[in-house]
């Protein structure tokens, strides 16, 4: 079977489809980008758990075919858990990694070391044409760095240092940072969901 995954996020499709393969799903995984006149979604939900039930519902609808989306962000303890879902547009225009990162960097830079305490959050949906739905989490505790370090994955991983590790998760290689992250614990708690539902 097909399924869709409900994003546009290179950094994302990339972890998506190693975390999903790894995990053995033996499903044909096709980008958004293959359904290029399908419109973007309006984020509207509150929750992360919310936002990629709307998004994989949208991409369900359209195409017929089960979808799976993700939504993520970055929670940061001194700031009551913002960007969260804002974490894409906190600098203003979506998807601008590094003036996002920038921005962050600058609100926190009075802030020690040790009040710098974050974490990585995400919610993989799937919904299936007939508005069936299954959402599961999962995160990654983390302190900030005052400096970027490492050119890997996307987003805030320059300054997302994890628990216990010594390097940031753009220092991890991709399976690193795929077996500890926000992102590879919610997706493989979905794949046995995808196989429960589709076989
Ligand atoms: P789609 O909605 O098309 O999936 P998006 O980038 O808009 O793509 P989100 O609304 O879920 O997705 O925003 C996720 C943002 O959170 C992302 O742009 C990063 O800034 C941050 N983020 C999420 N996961 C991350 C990770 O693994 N490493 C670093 N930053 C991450």
């Known amino acids: 079977t097909r399924l869709i995954l409900a994003t ?30 399908i419109p973007d979604v309006k984020e509207t939900g509150v929750t992360f758990a919310e936002n990629a039930l709307l998004k994989a519902h949208a991409l369900a609808r359209a195409t017929g075919l089960p979808a799976v989306a993700d939504d993520s962000g970055l929670c940061v303890d001194v ?17 601008d990694d590094k003036a996002n990162l920038d921005l962050l960097l600058a609100q926190l830079s009075d802030i020690a070391d040790e009040h710098r305490g974050a974490h990585f959050a995400c919610a993989a949906a799937l919904a299936l044409p007939d508005g069936t739905e299954r959402v599961v ?50 997706f493989r708690a979905l794949v046995p969901v995808v196989r429960e539902l589709l076989g």
């Open 137 to 186: 989490e999962g995160d990654l505790m983390g302190t900030l760095r005052h400096t970027p370090a490492g050119t890997g994955g996307f987003g805030y991983d320059p300054i997302l240092q994890p628990e216990g590790a010594t390097r940031t998760c753009a220092e991890l290689t991709a399976a690193e940072k795929n077996a500890i992250s926000h992102r590879g614990k919610a």
């Open 8 to 37: 546009r996020n290179a950094g994302k499709i990339s972890e998506l489809r190693a975390i999903l393969a790894d995990a053995g799903l033996p499903h044909d995984l096709v980008g958004a980008d293959a359904y290029p006149d």
């Open 79 to 95: 700031l009551n858990g913002a960007p969260g879902i804002f974490s894409a547009r906190w600098a203003g225009t979506h998807g």
